[in-house]
């Protein structure tokens, strides 16, 4: 595994309960990311400086720092309870891995998870998937992921074209991954997994990244995980992260899930978004802006 189980760290139990429909979701925080000046800017490739720090000022942001969150996201339909994402888990960043606290404060066990959805193969989403001693951290699910993904993370590469952060990375991805290789259903094109609930393609942060769509008494609830990183996305939808696989398909994919949340006045749970996360696209006279939900409001 790269790095080490993290001790003595209290984990924090923090979720956001709201409903779409007849459908009981959770927010709950895996933890934050401390992101740094340097990598700061990076997110917000193709912005011009002083537009940015326009927007960070907007926004309440430090041009030296920023906490970046990591939200998981759980939609119980009644019949069945549906995990999207897993977090950072106990190895990879000591503030991450709150996602079964969370869980276990709003009274749901890990083995009370049905389906798990990986969004995507990057180690703050699929780390969770292995607990503490090794195990599978959801021992009752069966998980869900695009084909391509799978096999973007877990065929051998070429390690000596690799630097050794890359080759960690991978190795740590592929062992989490391989660990519930048993378990796993891999999706060929876009389909609903349960009733109510459909994962599409919404490539662009990487080849195969995928999203997810609730439906319940006509209300929508659209999990877009890392099509955007920030709600400045939302505002200047062609600043992408400077890492995104495929950028130019990406904008275009921020575009559509943006479109596609507001024509179904659905609302948005996106997994690096200040905690919850959660909120509706509004269109204003400049383009579009995010309104996060307040507690209490449901659809």
């Not at 790095?3 to 459908?23: D, H, L, M, Q």
């Not at 998870?113 to 069966?142: E, K």
Request: glycine content about 10%.
């Amino acid at each position: 595994m790269d790095g080490s189980v993290i001790r003595g760290r209290i984990p924090v139990a923090k979720t956001f309960r709201f409903e779409v429909g007849g459908f009981e979701c959770v927010s709950i925080s895996d933890g934050y990311q401390p992101i740094g000046a340097e990598l700061l800017r990076r997110f917000f490739a193709g912005a011009p400086l002083h537009e940015l720090h326009q927007a960070f000022r907007k926004h309440g942001i430090e041009p030296e720092y920023m906490d970046l969150a990591c939200n998981c996201l759980l939609i119980d339909t009644g019949a069945c309870r549906v995990l999207v994402d897993t977090g950072g888990g106990p190895f990879f960043d000591p503030h991450l891995g709150n996602l079964v606290p969370g869980l276990q404060a709003e009274g749901i066990n890990p083995q009370d998870i049905n389906i798990v959805v990986l969004s995507h193969g990057h180690r703050d989403h699929v780390g969770g998937c292995i607990d503490r001693n090794g195990g599978q951290a959801f021992p009752n699910a069966r998980y869900v992921m695009a084909r391509g993904e799978w096999e973007h993370w877990t065929n051998e590469p070429d390690e000596t074209a690799l630097d050794a952060n890359t080759s960690r990375e991978l190795s740590f991805v592929r062992d989490n991954l391989l660990a519930i290789e048993d378990r796993l259903h891999l999706l060929e094109t876009d389909a609903e997994i349960v009733h109510g609930i459909r994962v599409f393609s919404a490539p662009g942060h990487t080849r195969h990244h995928v999203a997810v769509e609730a439906t319940s008494q006509n209300k929508h609830l659209i999990c877009v995980a890392d099509a955007m990183d920030h709600p400045i996305h939302v505002e200047h939808v062609s600043w992408h992260a400077e890492w995104d696989e495929l950028a130019e398909q990406g904008i275009e994919t921020r575009r559509n899930l943006l479109m596609r949340a507001v024509g179904r006045a659905a609302l948005v749970h996106a997994y690096h978004f200040p905690f919850p996360g959660v909120g509706f696209v509004r269109e204003d006279a400049a383009g579009w802006c995010f309104e996060s939900l307040k507690p209490g409001n449901s659809i």
